[in-house]
């Protein structure tokens, strides 16, 4: 896969408006993609990001087991030496980690062919994207979101290379989680391979680009019509709210009257369900005692 090619990448002005496409330098993007180094590269990175600071105690670095447990014959149990043995819980551990250097030394040479090879395999893809100049005044998170949504970067992982270090572009970019930013100068073959897109600046690559007029974004339009009626909507709501707000004083105003009346009402009719109630259990109760005074009149004898 040494094959010279020539390779142009899609450029961009800090704001998101297209440009025309630039060539990217020979000397760097020749086709040339080593598999094998990119990936001595790589496993060597990851290994010089160890600590290696696990550490294990072996039985001359435990505690206690000075004595033998028991003397060595007549028990009938296992001659032994110290508790803190390896076979005993608690004892020392046979050939555990200790702490430990994990550095892998690559040559320059390999390291830089590893990062060419990394950059072409990236052009093959048509995921270098150069950006005309990253000039900002003060750091703001929203613009970098801003750029990369426009760009449809939003939802890809984006390695930023920038001329030189910009603490301004840095700031703006560090809290994007799908973003990293670095000088191009410091960019290794790892960071390259992990991301999807390389954003790189067209003054780190040896392009000067004549800044340009920079065309509004089209959704612009569209979000200020958007606004405009939800402003319109928002003011009917609002005139439907006053007049529900209205009726329902209204409302208010003449319900304890209404109320008032069908309450007294409803006593009213109440109270005469109440008097009729007891008249007939009164009359009822009269009618009762008239019968029982009649039957318990004795009779009269006969001859006298």
């Given at each position: 896969?040494?094959?010279?090619?020539?390779?142009?990448?899609?450029?961009?002005?800090?704001q998101?408006?297209?440009?025309?496409?630039?060539?990217?330098p020979?000397?760097?993007?020749?086709?040339?993609?080593?598999m094998?180094?990119?990936?001595?590269?790589?496993?060597?990175f990851?290994?010089?990001?160890?600590?290696?600071n696990?550490?294990?105690k072996?039985?001359?670095?435990?505690?206690?087991?000075?004595?033998?447990?028991?003397?060595?014959?007549?028990?009938?149990?296992a001659?032994?030496?110290?508790i803190?043995?390896?076979?005993?819980?608690g004892?020392?551990t046979?050939?555990?980690?200790?702490?430990?250097?994990?550095?892998?030394?690559?040559?320059?040479?390999?390291?830089a062919?590893?990062?060419?090879?990394?950059?072409n395999?990236?052009?093959?893809?048509n995921?270098?994207?150069?950006?005309?100049?990253?000039?900002f005044?003060?750091?703001?998170?929203?613009?970098?979101?801003?750029?990369?949504?426009?760009?449809?970067?939003?939802?890809?992982k984006?390695?930023?290379?920038?001329?030189?270090?910009k603490?301004?572009?840095?700031l703006?970019?560090?809290?994007?989680?799908?973003?990293?930013?670095l000088?191009?100068?410091?960019?290794s073959?790892?960071?390259?391979?992990?991301?999807?897109v390389?954003?790189?600046?067209?003054?780190?690559?040896?392009?000067?680009?004549?800044?340009?007029?920079?065309?509004?974004p089209?959704?612009k339009?569209?979000?200020?019509?958007?606004?405009?009626?939800?402003?319109?909507?928002a003011?009917?709501?609002?005139?439907?709210?006053?007049?529900?707000?209205?009726?329902?004083?209204?409302?208010a105003?003449?319900?304890?009257a209404?109320?008032?009346?069908?309450?007294?009402?409803?006593r009213?009719?109440m109270?005469a369900?109440?008097?009729?109630a007891?008249?007939?259990?009164?009359?009822?109760?009269k009618?009762a005692?008239?019968?029982?005074?009649?039957?318990?009149a004795?009779?009269?004898?006969?001859?006298?």
């Open positions: 896969m040494t094959e010279p090619t020539s390779f142009e990448a899609a450029t961009y002005t800090a998101g408006t297209e440009r025309e496409r630039v060539q990217l020979g000397d760097l993007f020749d086709g040339t993609v080593n094998p180094v990119m990936h001595q590269a790589v496993k060597a990851l290994a010089n990001r160890r600590q290696g696990a550490s294990t072996t039985r001359g670095l435990v505690v206690g087991g000075n004595q033998k447990p028991w003397k060595q014959k007549g028990t009938g149990r001659r032994q030496g110290s803190r043995a390896p076979q005993w819980v004892g020392g046979v050939f555990g980690p200790h702490p430990r250097s994990y550095a892998q030394y690559v040559p320059r040479q390999v390291r062919l590893a990062r060419k090879s990394a950059f395999a990236r052009a093959r893809e995921a270098i994207v150069v950006v005309d100049t990253f000039n005044d003060a750091p703001k998170t929203s613009r970098m979101q801003a750029l990369l949504d426009r760009l449809d970067l939003g939802h890809r984006v390695l930023i290379l920038t001329d030189g270090a603490p301004n572009v840095y703006s970019a560090r809290n994007i989680p799908t973003v990293e930013i000088p191009y100068s410091d960019v073959t790892y960071h390259i391979l992990w991301s999807d390389v954003m790189i600046e067209a003054t780190a690559i040896g392009h000067t680009l004549d800044p340009i007029a920079e065309r509004e089209a959704e339009p569209t979000r200020a019509r958007k606004t405009a009626r939800t402003a319109a909507a003011d009917d709501d609002a005139d439907e709210a006053t007049v529900k707000k209205s009726a329902r004083k209204s409302a105003k003449k319900g304890p209404t109320t008032k009346s069908k309450a007294a009402k409803t009213t009719k109270s369900d109440r008097k009729s007891v008249k007939k259990k009164s009359s009822v109760k009618a005692k008239k019968s029982t005074t009649r039957g318990s004795k009779p009269k004898k006969k001859g006298s």
